[in-house]
């Protein structure tokens, strides 16, 4: 098993930074990838950005492309998302998620933070 903390999310005016991280715990030596979604309200769950845990091979959405930046401590398996230039349409609640070697699927997942970002 592994379990997946979140750090708190919070509001910030448009154009503002966060930074979310995310701290594996458990069966951390299984970890394959880490990503992080979100949801907004009346929305699908979409996929924001992905790190492979091994070779760093780094996914973006377009949405997001140039505006964040996903990264890893391995030594503290944790995933952190930094969120720069956050416009009124990236507020949702995020949530970290992780595949384990051999997976197909995310199995394990945050408890979710909510980013809300004022006009």
């Known amino acids: 098993q592994v379990q997946l903390v979140e750090s708190e999310g919070g509001m910030v005016q448009a154009g503002g930074s966060l930074r979310l991280s995310c701290a594996a715990s458990?069966?951390?030596?299984?970890?394959?990838?880490m990503g992080w979604f979100r949801q907004a309200p009346g929305k699908e769950r979409e996929s924001v950005a992905r790190?492979?845990?091994?070779?760093?091979?780094?996914y973006y959405a377009d949405s997001v492309k140039g505006r964040f930046t996903i990264s890893k401590d391995n030594a503290k398996n944790t995933v952190y998302l930094q969120m720069n230039s956050l416009k009124p349409e990236d507020t949702a609640v995020y949530y970290c998620?992780?595949?384990?070697?051999?997976?197909?699927?995310?199995?394990?997942w945050g408890q979710g933070t909510q980013v809300t970002v004022s006009s």
């Open positions: 998620a992780l595949k384990v070697v051999g997976g197909n699927n995310y199995d394990y």
């Open positions: 458990g069966r951390t030596f299984s970890i394959a990838t």
């Open positions: 790190i492979t845990w091994s070779g760093s091979f780094r």
